[in-house]
């Protein structure tokens, strides 16, 4: 599993999270991440931002409850195992 560093926006500081899966949805990519590789790890949906240069990473959460419902489903099938509780 990959661990890939995220800075924050606003310049203070960064964490570290495990990529679980990658998925593209109507032309917009989106990660998967976990704080560990334990079994009730926390997650996040990220979806990489709007008008960024290619390969510039740069992702945001996914905060709007209809897209994240609807993205989670997408990970949970491309997962067979992982079941994503919100």
């Given at each position: 599993m990959?661990?890939?560093?995220?800075?924050?926006?606003d310049?203070?500081?960064?964490?570290?999270?495990?990529?679980?899966?990658?998925?593209?949805i109507n032309g917009n990519t989106y990660l998967l991440v976990?704080?560990?590789e334990e079994d009730d790890a926390e997650c996040l949906i990220l979806k990489e931002a709007a008008g960024?240069?290619?390969g510039e990473g740069v992702y945001e959460v996914v905060?709007?409850?209809?897209?994240?419902?609807?993205?989670?489903?997408?990970f949970e099938e491309l997962l067979e195992d992982v079941d994503i509780e919100m």
């Open positions: 990959e661990k890939v560093k995220f800075a924050f926006a310049g203070d500081g960064e964490d570290e999270f495990f990529v679980l899966e990658e998925t593209m976990a704080d560990s960024q240069a290619p905060e709007d409850e209809t897209e994240l419902l609807a993205v989670s489903k997408v």
